[in-house]
């Protein structure tokens, strides 16, 4: 959650640590700080809030050294202070740590140091780390930081400086993401995200668990806790700077709905031929990685095609992705399907077998409790899939085989463009595999293709709508209270509607089937309750539930916001507000009906003065539990 990023070359080191934590301030934003050593004298600058009170702060200082690590934080141990802000050092001054993840030790560790006279001078976990590499220092920070590694438990990506070795930064990971960039010559960074080095080089190492790096100006190695050597690869970045810009938006989240109908299309392109008739996953056709000796060669699709079972687990948005790709799996393929929360599966009997195919949803690809559950699933013999929207990632990387979501970096805390993009690749799926198994006839899947074909469309012609939308929010934002109910497909896109709302406006707000509201919430249901139905007809049976239900809202003077089919009449008349989506196939109709919850959420928030892209509390990858 929290954000690392380290320079070390022949430049000054502050102006591109600064520019680094600008763009990974998605990941953590109480606090901030930067550690420079220039002329062998360490210099350390943090404060509490975001990278501008940082910035306002080195402008009053002369920073000129050319190694450097930044940090913003996200607090788990220790209120939002200057305190504890990072980079945290040992009781010398001299070892200097920026840390992201959790020492879940901690406590134990800061009791047998203290017995051994060090004195803390934070809250925190990650300055245990300082004065464990403090401890073991004898000259050699690369085996300092080893033996210190050996004593730590939990999730983490560490990166070092010690002002008795200027001319080196070690990095070690675990659980927690690490990427290096490899400048020119004699020039390195080191990162959470690629996104705060990309400016800098396209050649990247991605750093794999229990891995360590030292870097200097003359070169990196690469090492295992054992400190054996690792060959490790150089890849390339592929997508360019403007993707993380906000391009004349106000919000990255306000761009990120509105891409949108161009991240959907992402999603489809070259993977799915109106003129062949044809599906392609490149990612799940291929062999599975990681086989024994000795086992026959499958692919990711066969794995899908044959399992018995097969089990979605994810957190968080990419769950309710994964309730509708349940949704999908079993009306249309009749492959028994559960979703889990990835949380709760790691810590239960969590029974999956060879004959079982586990999927894993994740924007990041290094969500921690998704990445648990899925190493806890290899080890019982399901083969894994990984739909994840970034390249090298973790569970890209621990997974047999997945497809991306091709979405481009999603910046805005509240996940967007990635979810439909998640439910596109769950339709394209759903196509390929009903083909395969001759449950979807050719003329079908020509009538689902052309649909999927014109979501981007239909989606730009929602978005058209959006100063619409902002009305209804205007209508309605002293209300304290909201619940979004749906049935059938719908019912995943009442959870994403309440869950956005409560992310970014902080209203409470509760999503339901909409059959289950007389089994409780009807209780609440009066004229200070407004009640949000995804009404759409596609489905005529559950329809004319959907119309039973708000009758029973209008009866109890709650008020009716609905989303519903264009040309739907009947529903404008027992209605207080409608949004109107076109027509589509049923198993796609989340991917248009989520987009006006979306705007309502966002200008929700917008109306109340809220920060809509770091909302309080909140960070956008969730790498620690």
């Not at 590499?133 to 085996?143: D, I, P, R, T």
Request: aromatic share 8%; glycine share 8%; with cysteine.
């Amino acid at each position: 959650m929290c954000g690392i990023i380290g320079y070390i070359g022949s430049k000054n080191a502050t102006p591109i640590v600064l520019e680094g934590l600008k763009k990974l301030e998605y990941r953590g934003y109480d606090s901030a700080g930067i550690a420079s050593i220039d002329k062998d004298k360490m210099s350390i600058l943090k404060c509490k809030g975001r990278i501008r009170e940082l910035s306002n702060l080195v402008k009053k200082e002369h920073l000129t050294g050319s190694v450097g690590l930044g940090h913003t934080r996200w607090a788990t141990h220790g209120e939002p202070s200057e305190r504890n802000a990072h980079p945290h050092v040992s009781c010398s001054g001299k070892v200097a740590v920026v840390h992201n993840g959790i020492i879940e030790n901690y406590a134990s560790l800061r009791t047998l140091l203290e017995d051994e006279g060090h004195k803390f001078s934070s809250d925190t976990d990650t300055e245990i780390f300082a004065h464990l590499v403090e401890k073991f220092y004898h000259g050699n920070l690369l085996k300092a930081v080893h033996e210190a590694l050996a004593l730590v438990e939990g999730a983490y990506a560490f990166a070092v400086m010690c002002e008795d070795e200027p001319d080196k930064i070690v990095a070690a990971r675990f659980g927690s993401p690490l990427v290096i960039g490899i400048g020119k010559k004699g020039e390195y960074l080191i990162a959470s995200d690629p996104i705060a080095i990309v400016a800098h080089t396209r050649q990247v190492i991605y750093l794999a668990d229990n891995e360590v790096v030292m870097l200097q100006t003359s070169g990196y190695r690469v090492t295992d806790r054992d400190n054996v050597e690792v060959e490790k690869e150089v890849e390339n970045i592929t997508w360019s700077l403007d993707k993380i810009s906000k391009d004349g938006f106000s919000h990255y989240m306000l761009k990120e709905i509105f891409e949108q109908p161009q991240t959907i299309y992402d999603a489809m392109r070259g993977r799915l031929s109106k003129e062949k008739n044809d599906i392609r996953l490149g990612g799940l056709e291929s062999h599975l990685k990681w086989l024994n000796k000795g086992e026959k060669k499958t692919t990711g699709l066969d794995a899908l095609i044959k399992a018995k079972r097969i089990v979605i687990i994810a957190c968080g948005t990419s769950w309710h992705a994964g309730l509708i790709g349940e949704y999908m799996f079993e009306n249309v393929l009749h492959i028994p399907v559960e979703v889990e929360y990835a949380s709760e599966a790691r810590y239960r009997n969590f029974i999956v077998d060879k004959d079982t195919t586990v999927i894993a949803i994740s924007q990041s690809g290094e969500t921690a409790d998704t990445l648990a559950a899925i190493k806890e699933a290899k080890t019982r013999g399901a083969i894994t899939l990984g739909f994840v929207n970034t390249v090298g990632s973790s569970i890209a990387r621990e997974t047999h085989a997945g497809v991306y979501l091709h979405a481009g970096s999603e910046i805005g805390v509240a996940s967007t463009k990635t979810f439909t993009s998640q439910v596109c690749i769950l339709a394209l799926i759903t196509l390929l595999i009903g083909k395969k198994k001759r449950i979807i006839d050719d003329k079908r899947v020509n009538t689902i293709t052309e649909a999927l074909f014109n979501i981007p469309q239909q989606v730009e012609k929602i978005l058209k709508k959006t100063n619409d939308i902002r009305e209804i929010a205007k209508r309605y934002m002293d209300f304290n209270n909201f619940l979004y109910l749906g049935r059938g497909y719908n019912f995943p896109i009442a959870l994403e509607g309440a869950l956005k709302l409560k992310e970014i406006s902080y209203i409470h707000a509760e999503g339901y089937p909409a059959a289950e509201m007389k089994h409780g919430p009807i209780a609440l249901i009066d004229k200070n309750m407004p009640v949000v139905f995804i009404a759409t007809d596609t489905e005529d049976q559950i329809y004319q539930k959907i119309i039973s239900n708000i009758q029973e809202v209008k009866s109890r003077e709650g008020q009716v916001i609905a989303i519903a089919s264009e040309g739907n009449e009947l529903i404008e008349k027992v209605s207080d507000a409608v949004i109107t989506v076109p027509k589509t196939e049923d198993f796609l109709t989340p991917l248009l009906t989520v987009t006006p919850l979306q705007l309502f959420a966002y200008h929700m928030a917008l109306l109340k003065g809220h920060d809509v892209d770091k909302p309080r509390n909140l960070a956008k990858s969730v790498t620690v539990e």
